[in-house]
């Protein structure tokens, strides 16, 4: 019998040309692991909504049909009505924290549901073991990376131990074996106990080895249910392994290295690895010396020592913790350091905002607090006239990054993916000669991904210095040529990004270990090196 079943659902939002979800039925049994996959505005957080009430309750538009969770019509049950059964954690966990600790926000859930106080606090620390993240249960929120931030909601919604679990990019900001951990907590749930998750991710190579069932969305309001080797087969959406298998003919896509490994051994499947020659000496944009970032009695960077080329991308890795993003705020300017920083010979930190905007530019995590007016139309305009190019300089190149947003649309009414992309329109608009970006890809889907790494590539070429702090290793593999890795506030490695990446399984794209010992990083090596 399903737990969560959709009968010919729909929903329209007012205004919209279409709707977001047309005729969508399927369901999905109890202790089931389904992953959600679909392009950036595909719809995808409206069907997870759905799940839990959110839609049409907050969100408001129409909703048709009948969406049954442990036999509640949801129509006729508010999110607070289903808490006991469903938890649902979203793109963006700060925004929905109540409380100022880890281990208040923790126990708060529980404390609405009335759990006594003796099961509360063994669940919490049960949780924060779950979780890994018992050395935080102390720390205020705001204090915490976003990786951090990101497990500390998911515990919240474990602790309340619902049936179901809606999961909205759970690891969009953690490391690759934080993802790992809090996906094996996930998996072991839905075995041992029949937990039911139901879980949206652009990421696919880090889940969908653990996936039961698929959901699709094409983008037209269809949804596609399968098993996910042949969702996969026919979706738009092709994460490394399912490239591979495109490239090799494959009518099945593996789910996970071994299996693909498997099939390529057997059909003595390897390519010639790649040629890349060695990094060139270009003239330096950015000079960092002895960078030192302390946050009270926590050293977030210790005497980082950085060089930045002119026509250069490089990627800086890590995990959550790690200073990556205290370094990029330190050499934008806008934080409090010790040490020596020059782009090009001035210190961004003796400079006003606007004229160290020009000099190095950040693109940070949380995309939305760069966002301030009614209109994305109104940011461009503002973002043109800011950075002194011609008007509709930044609307173009929000269309350069594969998004599509009507100019009168609200900011905070797009989805994760398309904030980040405004934000970063907005910020190359005044073209400067170093960027910094934390966690670009954050909320966006492959094609979106593939135009960003086409834009960092224009700007390179352009001359300009691009850093990179991200998670995404199999971005990094594409997009960048040195890879830097930083631990405890410290640089522990700088080199060509197929060394550092093939030397650590951490780290190590799916194409390398498919392929290993060769240094082959990305589905376009493979296709070239088959050639």
């Known amino acids: 019998m399903a737990v969560i079943t959709f009968d010919r659902v ?80 979203g793109q963006d966990p700060l925004r929905g924290f109540v409380t100022d600790t880890v281990e208040d926000e923790i126990a708060y859930g529980m404390e609405q549901l009335g759990i006594a106080g003796v099961a509360m606090r063994k669940r919490v620390e049960e949780t924060l073991d779950l979780m890994g993240i018992a050395d935080l249960r102390r720390r205020p929120l705001v204090e915490l990376s976003g990786g951090q931030q990101q497990r500390v909601a998911i515990a919240a919604v474990l602790a309340a131990q619902p049936r179901i679990l809606v999961l909205d990019e759970p690891t969009s900001a953690l490391d690759p074996t934080a993802a790992q951990d809090v996906l094996a907590a996930i998996t072991t749930l839905v075995h041992e106990v029949g937990l039911t998750v139901v879980l949206a991710e652009h990421r696919l190579e880090r889940v969908m ?6 959901l699709w969305l094409p983008g037209d309001g269809r949804v596609v249910h399968g098993a996910p080797e042949e ?34 051994l057997a059909e003595n499947l390897m390519p010639t690895a790649p040629a890349r020659s060695p990094l060139a000496a270009e003239p330096v ?62 210190d961004p930190r003796r400079l006003s905002a606007a004229e ?21 139309g109104a940011e461009c305009a503002q973002a043109d006239a800011e950075s002194a190019v011609e008007p509709g300089t930044t609307a173009g190149l929000l269309r350069g990054l594969g998004v599509q947003v009507p100019d009168d649309r609200d900011p905070r009414d797009t989805s994760e993916g398309q904030r980040l992309a405004l934000v970063l329109a907005i910020q190359l608009a ?59 506030g410290e640089l522990i490695a700088d080199g060509p990004t197929a060394e550092v990446l093939t030397s650590s399984p951490a780290y190590a794209p799916q194409m390398a270990k498919v392929f290993a010992p060769l240094p082959v990083l990305t589905p376009d090596d493979v296709a070239r090196g088959l050639a």
């Open 285 to 346: 944009l950015l000079s960092a010396r002895g960078v030192d970032v302390r946050y009270g009695d926590l050293v977030a960077v210790a005497g980082v020592d950085l060089d930045l080329a002119a026509g250069t991308v490089t990627s800086l890795l890590g995990r959550n913790g790690a200073g990556k993003s205290s370094l990029l705020w330190a050499l934008q300017g806008a934080l409090s350091c010790a040490g020596a920083i020059a782009v090009q010979g001035r």
């Open 356 to 376: 160290a905007r020009r000099l190095v530019t950040l693109v940070p995590q949380t995309a939305a607090d760069l966002l301030y007016l009614p209109t994305v």
């Open 209 to 214: 080895q653990a996936a039961d069932s698929m």
């Open 10 to 89: 729909g929903v329209r939002y007012p205004g919209a040309e279409r709707p977001t979800l047309a005729d969508v039925s399927f369901g999905l049994p109890e202790g089931d692991l389904c992953l959600v996959i679909g392009a950036t505005g595909s719809g995808k957080s409206t069907l997870l909504g759905a799940i839990n009430g959110l839609v049409p309750h907050f969100t408001g538009g129409v909703l048709s049909g009948q969406v049954l969770v442990d036999g509640r019509d949801t129509a006729q049950h508010r999110p607070r009505d289903l808490a006991d059964v469903v938890g649902h954690v």
């Open 231 to 264: 969702v996969l087969a026919g979706a738009s959406i092709a994460p490394p392994l399912a490239q591979l298998a495109r490239i090799a003919g494959w009518p099945r896509v593996p789910l996970s290295v071994r299996e693909a490994r498997r099939r390529a």
């Open 430 to 488: 005044a073209r400067p000669p170093v960027v910094l970006l934390d966690e670009p890809t954050r909320g966006l889907d492959y094609r979106a991904k593939a135009e960003l790494r086409r834009i960092i590539a224009g700007l390179a070429a352009a001359g300009k210095a691009v850093l990179i702090s991200t998670h995404d290793v199999e971005f990094a593999a594409a997009a960048s040529r040195r890879t830097l890795l930083m631990a405890d």
